[in-house]
């Protein structure tokens, strides 16, 4: 990586890379590739904090401004569909749960009989 201080278009261009990175990482979580998301959080990470590495001028601090909020908007609907399986995950388990208590109670009459 360049240690030059970042400036303008590159900072611009890291900030839209992060958005990208942050897109690609909401269409992996709802094909359900957690681990393809850590992936992608863990270049997303290095990319911004490269791109804020250095303190923003003011002519930049719109564009910057917009990214950021972009980034935020990506990533609460990352959250959304995080949560979303979490709780499909959770009612999936319980059912699991519930079938095996079912199972077991057969089984157990099933003995006795």
């Known amino acids: 990586m360049n240690d030059l201080p970042i400036i303008g ?5 890291q900030l839209q890379d992060a958005i990208a990175l942050s ?15 850590i992936e992608l ?10 791109g804020l590495k250095e303190p923003v001028a003011a002519d930049e601090a719109q564009g910057v401004n917009d990214s950021l ?4 908007q990506l990533n609460d609907q990352l959250t959304g569909v995080v949560q979303r399986a979490r709780s ?15 199972a077991n109670a057969y089984q157990s009459v099933s003995k006795q009989s």
């Not at 959080?41 to 490269?50: F, I, L, S, V, Y």
């Not at 995950?89 to 059912?95: E, L, M, R, V």
């Open 88 to 102: 499909e995950s959770a009612q999936q388990f319980a059912a699991l749960q519930t079938g095996r208590s079912a």
């Open 41 to 50: 959080e863990k270049q997303r990470r290095e990319g911004m904090m490269a």
């Open 9 to 13: 278009a590159q900072r611009q261009q």
């Open 23 to 37: 897109k690609n990482m909401l269409e992996t979580a709802e094909r359900g590739d957690w681990e393809g998301i």
């Open 69 to 72: 909020q972009t980034l935020m």
